[in-house]
């Protein structure tokens, strides 16, 4: 756990850094996080709730009938086949850490960097995907006891993958779920794997290989046992040898049991990432 001063008070900053927000081109750093200003790391804010970005807003469509007695009629999706959504707006509020910088400080690096400013957008609760759109600081409040400070913005209505990760699925009725992504590597990268989900009807899973394709008995990089359903994503990093060559990697999930007749087929869907 770390340890810091925060308004006076000795307090755990974990929880801090894991509800974060980063702001920046979308750029990856060499540990695989979204680079650019970070509210915990680089500003000390602390959220005053759990950052959620809003939902997205919906252009309906409804045309009145004279003499017609069912209501309106609903022709939100008739042009389109699709509901149009608009963007999403809204704002976060954070504490500021008094101990660390005035908050006056703080306050003017946060306009300087990102008001009234295009950016990409990631949460660290989502830090494989991004949002985007303008922000802005849209309220400052200096109290007694503490200052805090809002960030504003509106956003594009759908979250992206970040370009480096890649999103695979399967699924399979035996004891093996194979995940593959075609790619060259060379060594000296890491490989990021985190697990979104492993849907199974038998009750404990065994382990998480990763594997490099095209090579000799496509040898084994790295695995994790899981012992149990987990509770959480898992993730874990794999180097990547110096000395072999890639046509491709794969995700191994493999299973305790066979499934059932009459069961559904176990799936699972993991984000596979590149880090320098």
Request: contains cysteine; charged residues 20%.
């Amino acid at each position: 756990m770390s340890w810091d001063y925060v308004n006076g008070i000795i307090v755990n900053t974990d929880s801090f850094q894991d509800h974060s927000i980063t702001f920046g081109d979308g750029t990856l750093d060499t540990q695989g996080r979204f680079a650019g200003k970070n509210t915990w790391r680089d500003w000390h804010l602390i959220p005053t709730t759990r950052p959620v970005v809003a939902q997205a807003g919906i252009s309906t469509s409804f045309v009145d009938i004279p003499g017609r007695r069912n209501g309106s009629i609903d022709m939100t999706d008739s042009l389109t086949g699709h509901v149009i959504y608009g963007a999403r707006s809204g704002s976060f509020q954070f504490i500021v850490d008094n101990d660390h910088e005035y908050w006056e400080t703080i306050r003017s690096k946060i306009v300087s960097y990102l008001h009234g400013k295009r950016m990409k957008m990631c949460l660290e609760d989502e830090p494989y995907y991004y949002y985007e759109g303008r922000f802005s600081l849209s309220e400052m409040r200096s109290e007694a006891s503490y200052s805090t400070i809002t960030i504003g913005y509106a956003l594009e209505p759908y979250k992206k993958t970040n370009s480096n990760f890649h999103l695979l699925s399967g699924s399979t009725r035996n004891r093996n779920i194979y995940l593959d992504y075609p790619i060259s590597l060379s060594g000296g990268e890491k490989i990021k794997v985190r697990i979104l989900s492993w849907n199974q009807p038998v009750s404990n899973r065994t382990s998480i290989a990763v594997h490099a394709l095209g090579t000799p008995d496509n040898v084994k990089l790295g695995t994790i046992s899981i012992n149990t359903v987990p509770s959480e994503e898992v993730e874990f990093t794999v180097p990547v040898p110096q000395d072999i060559t890639y046509i491709g990697i794969r995700v191994h999930c493999r299973n305790a049991a066979t499934i059932a007749e009459g069961q559904p087929d176990a799936t699972a869907t993991a984000l596979l990432g590149f880090v320098g």
